[in-house]
């Protein structure tokens, strides 16, 4: 198994700019989510997923779209990039929700907007 | 939502030495509790947790104690070593949605 995985390594978009973070699991994990981490702040939730078509927002969703249409990939979309979105991705993903089943991390994704 | 707070933000002792990193919750539900190490550059990977229904768990080096009356909960590493450096996150599960909160991070640093 690959595990989860995450592309690209790392990004520079400038301000306005538009993309999309790819995550991807293996493990047919049901429940995924991305975090942002920035210095001092810990990891911070932005979406998460239940399930194959089903999202909901977490503590800092705005500015970014999620969609699931498949149990393996749960890409995160950027639609107007701003500096304030320069940080550091992970996605992670769980058999169930993190409160029953070990939760992993992708290898993260360096965005810098500038 | 969940509110979790982590201290100290950054930790230093020597080699051998036990190291003690605290946090405490406010949602009263919070039943799950995990810590995470992350090792520069890397990926935060999960070390051990504890259940509301548990009061202590150890594995090895590592144990986590839960108080639920106070909230709070900790990590601690006996005979630490230089490898044990890293940035160690708590976090709460956030009953009223499917998810963790994490707390800031303590950078802990063991030096020989």
């Known amino acids: 198994n690959a595990g989860v995985t995450q592309t690209p390594k790392f990004q520079v978009l400038k301000t306005g700019q538009s993309m999309t973070l790819q995550c991807a699991q293996d493990m047919n994990h049901e429940y995924m989510s991305w975090y942002r981490q920035d210095p001092g702040m810990g990891l911070r939730l932005i979406h998460y997923s239940v399930g194959a078509g089903i999202t909901d927002q977490g503590e800092v969703p705005n500015g970014y779209n999620v969609s699931r249409s498949t149990t393996e990939d749960f890409p995160l979309r950027l639609l107007s990039a701003a500096p304030s979105q320069t940080s550091v991705y992970f996605c992670a993903s769980s058999y169930s929700t993190p409160v029953t089943d070990t939760q992993y991390f992708g290898p993260g994704t360096r965005l810098t907007v500038l | 939502g969940e509110n979790v707070e982590q201290h100290p933000s950054t930790l230093s002792v020597q080699e051998g030495d036990s190291a003690v990193i605290k946090c405490t919750y406010s949602d009263s539900a919070s039943n799950y509790f995990p810590w995470y190490k992350q090792e520069l550059g890397k990926r935060p990977q999960l070390i051990i947790d504890i259940r509301s229904n548990v009061g202590e768990k150890k594995d090895q080096r590592i144990a986590v104690t839960l108080n639920k009356t106070a909230k709070h909960f900790s990590l601690h590493i006996t005979e630490t070593q230089p490898e044990d450096s890293a940035v160690y996150f708590c976090?709460?599960?956030?009953?009223?949605?499917?998810?963790?909160?994490f707390g800031k991070g303590t950078s802990l640093l063991v030096t020989p």
């Open positions: 976090a709460a599960y956030y009953s009223s949605g499917y998810a963790l909160n």
